[in-house]
C-alpha cells in the first residue's frame, strides 16, 4: 500500500480511534443508499468494528464513499468489510413504506432495521447525514459527510450500496423495459422515457417528488 493511501486511511479511522481510546469496545457505522431515486427500496448497512481491525487496514485499501469507488472495487470491498467486521447488518424499507411515511422517515427507519440486525449493541454509532436515528439506540453522533470521514461509515456505505445494486438488478429481470439494472432507479432520460411508454411498475415511488 502506498504511503498516500495508509496515511488517508489513517486519518479516516481517527474518529473511531478516539471513541475506542476513551473506552468504547464497539463502533458502529451506519449509511444509507436509496433516497434520490424514483423506484425501489431504501437499503441501510450498519457495519460494527472494534479497535482489532486496525492492524488490518491494509486490507481496506481504497475505502470511501461508495459513490468514489469503482463498482468491481465496490463488490471486492464489500466482501472484506463483512468478513473483517464484528458484525454487519442491513435494514431496508421498500417503496410502500416510504409511501405511507416519506423518503425521510423511510430512511432513518432502514437505518434502524440495520442497527438492530447487528450481532452485537454498538458502545456507539456514527452515522452519516445530519440526523441521529432513534432515542431507543445506543449512543449516537451524526457526522455530515461522514462517508467521506469516518472508516466505519464507508464501510457501511458500501456495503448498502453493493446490497442495493444487486436488489435493483434482480428487479431488472422482472421489469427490463425501466433498465433498472443501468439506472438503478434514479430518474435518467431513457427511465422517464420509459415511464412515459408503458407507465409505472410495482416497485415505483408513487411520492417521488414529495417533501420528506
Given at each position: 500500500?502506498?504511503?498516500?493511501?495508509?496515511?488517508?486511511?489513517?486519518?479516516?479511522?481517527?474518529?473511531?480511534?478516539?471513541?475506542?481510546?476513551?473506552?468504547?469496545?464497539?463502533?458502529?457505522?451506519?449509511?444509507?443508499?436509496?433516497?434520490?431515486?424514483m423506484a425501489g427500496p431504501v437499503v441501510a448497512s450498519a457495519v460494527l468494528f472494534s479497535a482489532e481491525v486496525l492492524p488490518k487496514l491494509i486490507k481496506f485499501s481504497g475505502i470511501n464513499d461508495s459513490k468514489r469507488v469503482p463498482e468491481a472495487k465496490r463488490e471486492a470491498l464489500s466482501e472484506i468489510i463483512r468478513s473483517e467486521a464484528v458484525s454487519f447488518g442491513i435494514g431496508f424499507v421498500d417503496e410502500g413504506e416510504i409511501d405511507r411515511i416519506n423518503i425521510l422517515r423511510g430512511s432513518l427507519?432502514?437505518?434502524?432495521?440495520?442497527?438492530?440486525?447487528?450481532?452485537?449493541?454498538?458502545?456507539?454509532?456514527?452515522?452519516?447525514?445530519?440526523?441521529?436515528?432513534?432515542?431507543?439506540?445506543?449512543?449516537?453522533?451524526?457526522?455530515?459527510?461522514?462517508?467521506?470521514?469516518?472508516?466505519s461509515i464507508a464501510a457501511a456505505s458500501i456495503v448498502a450500496k453493493v446490497f442495493r445494486d444487486k436488489l435493483m438488478a434482480e428487479y431488472h429481470l422482472k421489469f427490463p423495459e425501466y433498465n433498472f439494472k443501468k439506472n438503478k432507479g434514479y430518474g435518467t432520460a431513457e427511465h422517464?422515457?420509459?415511464?412515459?411508454?408503458?407507465?409505472?411498475?410495482?416497485?415505483?415511488r408513487k411520492s417521488f417528488g414529495g417533501k420528506d
Open positions: 500500500m502506498k504511503a498516500g493511501e495508509a496515511e488517508r486511511l489513517s486519518k479516516l479511522i481517527q474518529t473511531e480511534k478516539v471513541l475506542w481510546n476513551s473506552g468504547l469496545k464497539y463502533i458502529a457505522g451506519v449509511d444509507e443508499v436509496g433516497r434520490g431515486p427507519l432502514a437505518m434502524k432495521k440495520a442497527v438492530l440486525a447487528l450481532g452485537k449493541t454498538p458502545s456507539h454509532i456514527l452515522i452519516d447525514g445530519p440526523y441521529t436515528i432513534s432515542k431507543e439506540l445506543p449512543p449516537q453522533t451524526a457526522v455530515i459527510g461522514g462517508d467521506a470521514k469516518c472508516f422517464m422515457a420509459a415511464i412515459k411508454r408503458v407507465g409505472l411498475c410495482p416497485i415505483h
